[in-house]
């Protein structure tokens, strides 16, 4: 599995906005709840603390992290990390020290990555994957992408997703 670039909010400032004011932008109301989400995370082992997320990323630098650690081999392990560094922990993703760290919680070189987020390497590569993507008609996530033939959006089931899968490796995915 390789994960790509694809940022929710793009336009956001590199340092991200407050929660709050993101909210109010978004919904017209400072708060809004993830109960349906946190719950569905619940029931699979995942404690969601989106009550813990002060800050509303934007996630280039994050994206980068990504691609830098599937340069080294460590792209799952720096997205799990990533994830629960922002969804469970609350962490601040926008920060380039936050991103170090959580590289180096997931096996990568603190110092080296810590260079390579201050710089600007790949950064014009993930911004273009970025719009590659949504020229593709994507629009959310997650979205998967099986053998470079079939997608699917949004959360599935298992089975939908063994479908996809069947189907883009040639099989019958009707079953």
Request: aromatic share 10%; net charge negative.
């Amino acid at each position: 599995m390789r994960w790509l670039p694809f940022q929710l909010n793009p336009d956001l400032p590199e340092n991200g906005i407050s929660r709050t004011e993101y909210f109010q932008r978004k919904f017209g109301s400072p708060t809004h709840s993830y109960a349906r989400v946190a719950a569905v995370g619940e029931s699979v082992g995942i404690p969601f603390a989106f009550d813990k997320i002060r800050i509303q990323p934007n996630t280039i630098n994050a994206h980068r992290l990504l691609h830098y650690a599937d340069q080294q081999g460590r792209q799952d392990e720096v997205s799990e990390v990533l994830f629960r560094a922002y969804f469970i922990e609350g962490a601040n993703i926008t920060d380039i020290g936050v991103l170090a760290d959580i590289g180096a919680r997931a096996g990568l070189e603190r110092s080296a990555l810590a260079d390579y987020l201050a710089s600007d390497a790949d950064r014009e590569l993930v911004q273009s994957a970025d719009i590659e993507a949504r020229s593709g008609g994507i629009n959310g996530v997650p979205y998967f992408i099986f053998n470079n033939k079939v997608g699917v959006s949004g959360a599935q089931e298992a089975e939908t997703l063994l479908q996809a899968m069947l189907q883009a490796a040639g099989e019958d995915g009707d079953a």
